[in-house]
Structure formats: structure tokens, C-alpha cells
């Protein structure tokens, strides 16, 4: 249970820090990437998906993706360069 809460809150921790960087003046649908080291076939891996799909359906204007990078340290390498590039805006 505390696991699910802190995946939980780390999304919703996510998605408010992205809509106060992009300044919540789009009303389109925003997409996000959630990186996580977890074995894809792996029970964690299908409670972090079962986290996601329970967030998306609570967040009309919000959607995250979530993507298994490897290890941890190929996730933490991905989520270093993905947060140094930038945000990414498609409309």
C-alpha cells in the first residue's frame, strides 16, 4: 500500500509541476512520460500500469505514459536528459 501511494504521489507531483511550467493556458490534453525501472512482465510493473490507468481516468486534460527505461541507473540517465532537454509541447 505505501508503495502505491508514493508511486501515486509522484505522478500527481509530475503532472502539477508540468502544467505550472507550461503555464495551464492550453485546454488540449496534456501527455506525459513517466520513466520507471521496473521488469515490464514483473508484478510491479503491472501495479505501476494498474496506477497509471487509475490516474488517467481520474485526469480528463492529463494522460501519462508510462515507460519502462531498464535499470535504474539507464532510468535515471533517461530521466536526467529527458528533464536537461526540456519540456516538449505538440499540439
Do not use: W
Not at 6 to 14: H, T
Amino acid at each position: 500500500m505505501l508503495k502505491k501511494a508514493v508511486v501515486f504521489r509522484s505522478i500527481v507531483v509530475l503532472c502539477s509541476l508540468l502544467l505550472l511550467i507550461g503555464g495551464g493556458a492550453a485546454q488540449d490534453a496534456i501527455t506525459l512520460q513517466f520513466f520507471y525501472p521496473v521488469g515490464v512482465a514483473g508484478p510491479l510493473a503491472q501495479a505501476i500500469d494498474s496506477y497509471v490507468a487509475e490516474f488517467n481516468a481520474t485526469h480528463d486534460h492529463i494522460q501519462v505514459e508510462p515507460v519502462f527505461t531498464g535499470g535504474y541507473s539507464e532510468n535515471m540517465a533517461r530521466a536526467t536528459a529527458a528533464i536537461l532537454s526540456g519540456p516538449t509541447f505538440t499540439h
